[in-house]
């Protein structure tokens, strides 16, 4: 059975809640796009909160893989990224109103193009990580570019290729490490020495662009300590 997490009244009470209107977390400076944004205090610290806004992004639980893996993030201001690291710490908990097929979605997106019509990310299912069947785990970390690849674009013409298993679950925290090299992409998770995942090819056609902070349905995402290093 899957955990559900509610936002505490202390979270609350701390909370900037911002619709459509920029944030600043840290000295950094974000555009919600089709996201709910927010600085709260989690276990003392400030971080940035994340959620999927359905009134801005409808979700169609009948035609499910034509609205998810959407442009749902926040984007990072005055910042367009080729070649580097992306460094962040993630942490999701399922939302009450999460449908079942929830699986606390959170990652980075990047190469985001000027209008949000094309962009790559990497993103991961915390509650997969420790499931009790395998099928679930070995889909823990996914890569899809975004319009054209989606997960179940990928899944079906290049099974085993674009998701992998990773030890993680909800409700805590987890460094994603994104090395990223022209067409190429090293995923390091928790500091581990070797990637935990490998993209040798990117695809679509877009190279360069704005990098974001991603969740999708059903996910009350959580984000600090965004690092960016351009090569």
Do not use: C
């Not at 992004?57 to 893996?69: C, G, I």
């Not at 999460?98 to 990310?121: E, L, Y």
């Amino acid at each position: 059975m899957m955990k559900k997490y509610s936002i505490s009244a202390l979270l609350i009470l701390f909370s900037i809640v911002v619709f459509g209107q920029n944030i600043t977390y840290k000295k950094q400076e974000f555009l919600p796009n089709n996201v709910k944004t927010s600085v709260v205090k989690l276990k003392g610290k400030k971080v940035l909160r994340l959620e999927r806004d359905l009134e801005a992004l409808a979700f169609d639980k009948n035609n499910m893989t034509s609205t998810v893996d959407e442009p749902t993030y926040a984007i990072l201001k005055g910042v367009n990224f080729q070649n580097g690291i992306i460094e962040v710490k993630v942490l999701s908990r399922l939302l009450e109103n999460a449908p079942d097929f929830a699986r606390g979605f959170i990652g980075v997106a990047f190469h985001i193009n000027d209008d949000n019509t094309k962009f790559q990310s990497i993103y991961v299912r915390p509650t997969n990580g420790r499931a009790e069947n395998q099928f679930r785990r070995n889909h823990t970390v996914q890569y899809f570019s975004y319009p054209d690849y989606k997960f179940d674009r990928l899944r079906k013409e290049f099974p085993e290729t674009y998701e992998t298993y990773a030890d993680i679950d909800l409700d805590e925290w987890i460094t994603l490490r994104l090395e990223i090299k022209e067409r190429k992409v090293d995923l390091y998770i928790n500091g581990q020495k070797h990637p935990s995942f490998i993209v040798e090819e990117m695809k679509g056609d877009v190279n360069s662009g704005s990098i974001g902070l991603w969740v999708d349905i059903g996910t009350e995402g959580y984000f600090k300590d965004l690092k960016i290093s351009h090569q």
